[in-house]
């Protein structure tokens, strides 16, 4: 069965820092790659996707993915985090048969963002 | 509203009785979907609805648990004789076909006594 990984579980940044939170995923083909950003007591909110093409992909809010496929990997990234940045990241898989998609989403466990002043 | 509605956002209940859990989807999103997030499970995938199609339910975790879209919008989750297992925050989503970007409602936190 599919799986994804995010090997962080709590990540601690500094205002103004940069940011990689980490996603492996696997699977045989390529899913489509998602992530989202949860605060407390909210839903989830999409962060950006990716389907194919550009393995650079942009969100909202100025972050940035990549998809390394030699990797296995969908990082999510930003060069400067802001403080209203703490939330929790979900890394999230659509697997796919020919560009089919299954339909629902597998999630990895979430990491916690805590940004210090 | 422009996105996915939940209700109730919360619900207390206890251990034995039956719930039911609603979800508006965002309008003419066609893919629904129920999913539940606990803190030793993560976030789980329950059931799917898709148009007129039969309903994924690959997810539900027992018999206890079903799902109807009526109309195809709104859809309801029912819970019967909970379980303190139950306990969870029960998120909504749709989008506007499968494979499509999914959409979240904030959420109807079950808590059973």
């Given amino acids: ?117 | 509203g422009a996105g996915v509605s939940q209700s109730p956002s919360n619900k207390v209940t206890e251990k034995g009785k039956d719930v039911e859990l609603r979800c508006d989807p965002i309008s003419g999103h066609t893919a629904l979907y129920w999913y539940r997030q606990s803190l030793g499970q993560g976030l789980e995938f329950l059931i799917y609805f898709q148009g007129n199609s039969a309903p994924d339910k690959s997810g539900l975790p027992s018999d206890r648990f079903s799902a109807e879209r009526t109309g195809g919008s709104v859809s309801t989750l029912t819970i019967q004789r909970t379980q303190q297992e139950d306990s969870a925050v029960y998120l909504c989503a749709s989008s506007s076909d499968r494979g499509q970007p999914q959409h979240f409602g904030d959420g109807t936190r079950l808590s059973i006594l």
């Fill in chain 1, 1 to 117: 069965a599919q799986s994804v990984t995010q090997p962080d579980i709590h990540i601690t940044v500094s205002e103004g820092a940069s940011l990689e939170l980490r996603c492996n995923y696997s699977y045989g083909a390529t899913p489509y790659l998602f992530w989202y950003v949860q605060s407390p007591g909210q839903g989830l909110q999409l962060l950006l996707k990716y389907f194919s093409g550009d393995t650079l992909v942009q969100g909202i809010k100025g972050f940035e993915a990549e998809f390394k496929r030699s990797q296995s990997s969908f990082n999510l990234r930003k060069p400067s985090v802001h403080w209203s940045d703490a939330a929790e990241y979900f890394c999230a898989v659509d697997v796919n048969a020919g560009g089919t998609s299954y339909g629902k989403l597998t999630f990895g466990q979430g990491t916690i963002l805590t940004v210090h002043p």
